[in-house]
């Protein structure tokens, strides 16, 4: 009796030890994930939230008086230039979310087809979203270029464009906007691809198979099996494409720098000539800050929806 109760007992410790040591595993292997997002997510944001609330400058980074509270925020509402700045975010960011799901779903159908020269295809569309945007804009802003743009010529070519000079694509308020929402879109669309597709290839294809011999063509199988169950991976790349375009800067400041008239101007660019180049970081702070109740109410409900599709 008394050799029983002591295996139970040293069975008992071994396997405490045992969910010890995985325990201690687990949180040396979440280490480095939570180092990197306190380090370079959660202190930044809190030291954008204290500017927001002060009126540090580069120069004074404790501001003359210190804390104003809300007057950043209000000040905002009353600054034409972020209310434009503000407009064209929300439209750059919705328009090229949706041209991007769009084309990238086009595309991940393309890609999941059977054909010769399927691995370079997949290799030559990841392409866009892999080369550093630095030298990808350099070769926009020549296809923009007012003189030797390669789109005006095929434009005039074609006998699209009747305009003897073409369009001023980085020259005019309309055709600049277009123009980074058609860079962003050519970016970012393969990303979308890449996520459809993994999407796609994870259905049964005997569900795809069943749905042909009960007669459904490709638009109903599109509608009544295909988004249901990738349904979780379409929120998911949605939600990536509207965070991504909220926050892009590269691409505007590098092609139009806001210009012209501030008709291209957003909130990253405006933050960044607020903050960083005129040195007012506490209005700058309150820029980026801005949307932030608004995105994270947003990525929320979308991440309430997708658990309740999971479940």
Do not use: C
């Not at 691809?193 to 069943?210: C, H, N, R, Y």
């Not at 295909?226 to 991504?244: E, K, Q, R, S, T």
């Not at 660019?269 to 995105?295: E, H, R």
């Amino acid at each position: 009796m008394a050799i029983a109760v002591g295996a139970r007992k040293r069975s008992r410790v071994n396997t405490h030890g045992v969910v010890f040591r995985s325990r201690v595993l687990g949180y040396l292997l979440l280490a480095p994930a939570m180092i990197y997002i306190i380090g370079l997510v959660a202190i930044p944001f809190l030291l954008a939230l204290k500017f927001s609330l002060t009126d540090a400058t580069v120069s004074n980074l404790n501001g003359e008086r210190g804390f104003i509270g809300l007057e950043n925020f209000t000040g905002l509402l009353k600054d034409h230039t972020f209310i434009a700045a503000l407009k064209n975010t929300l439209f750059y960011s919705f328009v090229t979310a949706l041209i991007s799901s769009i084309l990238g779903t086009m595309l991940a159908f393309i890609l999941l087809a059977k054909f010769r020269g399927k691995k370079i295809v997949r290799y030559l569309v990841l392409l866009p979203w892999t080369i550093p945007i630095a030298l990808t804009i350099q070769a926009w802003k020549w296809m923009f270029h007012p003189q030797y743009s390669v789109l005006n010529w095929l434009g005039k070519h074609s006998h699209i464009l009747t305009a003897q000079y073409g369009i001023q694509w980085l020259g005019q308020p309309k055709p600049a906007m277009a123009s980074i929402i058609m860079t962003n879109v050519w970016r970012n669309f393969p990303f979308s691809a890449v996520i459809l597709l993994a999407g796609l290839t994870s259905i049964p294809q005997d569900i795809i198979d069943a749905a042909k011999i009960d007669g459904a063509n490709w638009l109903t199988r599109y509608q009544r099996i295909i988004v249901p169950m990738i349904a979780p991976i379409l929120f998911i790349g949605l939600l990536f494409n509207l965070v991504f375009n909220f926050t892009d800067l590269t691409i505007i400041y590098l092609l139009t720098q806001g210009g012209p008239g501030n008709s291209t101007e957003v909130l990253a660019s405006y933050a960044f000539k607020i903050g960083i180049a005129s040195g007012q970081l506490g209005k700058g702070a309150a820029v980026t800050l801005f949307l932030f109740p608004v995105l994270l109410l947003f990525s929320i409900v979308f991440l309430r929806q997708l658990r309740k599709r999971e479940i």
